[in-house]
């Protein structure tokens, strides 16, 4: 486990979730899961270092992890259980996004009549499909 620093972000080798530096502050930093809170740098360091605790799943001592876990919770002004269910939010959220963009929206076909049941009309999986990603607006 390693947390990177940059002037504007902290990011880890083991997770997604980052800490940014506000524009309004330099004294200012926000989680990427805990987005309505403002913290401090030492804050931030520690809600990285939280979410890094409980992202490795392969923990070499789990009781001492997890006292850890609540300190660095404490510091941020929250429970350990608010932490795991806002990573879990977090997690699900990812999920969904990707889940959504790996989905195959039919594209208009000219002059071509198969169709598979499953994809519906004017739809089909020959070398003529022009099957796209779905945007981050939803539309292709």
Same mark, same amino acid.
């Given at each position: 486990?390693a947390? =990177?620093f940059t002037t504007?972000l902290i990011?880890?080798?083991?997770t997604?979730?980052?800490?940014l530096?506000?524009t309004a502050? #330099? ?7 805990l987005?309505d ?5 030492e804050?931030?360091?520690s ?5 890094e605790?409980l992202?490795d799943?392969e923990l ?5 992890? /997890?006292?850890l876990? =609540? /300190?660095? =919770? #404490?510091?941020?002004g929250v429970?350990?259980r608010?932490v795991?269910?806002?990573l879990?939010i977090?997690? #699900? ?6 889940s959504q963009?790996n ?6 076909? +000219?002059?071509v009549?198969t169709?598979t049941? =499953?994809?519906?009309?004017? +739809?089909?999986?020959s070398?003529?499909c022009?099957?796209r990603?779905q945007t #981050?607006a939803?539309r292709a």
């Open positions: 486990m947390l =990177a504007w990011t880890s080798d083991v997604p979730e980052i800490a530096r506000s502050s #330099a004294d200012e930093w926000v989680l990427s899961w987005p809170r403002s913290l401090t740098l804050q931030a360091v809600g990285m270092v939280l979410d605790i992202s799943p070499d001592d789990g009781g001492l992890a /997890f006292e876990a =609540a /300190f660095r =919770a #404490a510091e941020l429970t350990l608010e795991v269910l806002q879990a977090r997690m #699900a959220q990812r999920d969904l996004l990707h963009q989905v195959c929206i039919p594209a208009p076909h +000219h002059g009549t169709e049941p =499953a994809a519906g009309p004017g +739809h089909c999986h070398r003529q022009h099957c990603p #981050a939803g």
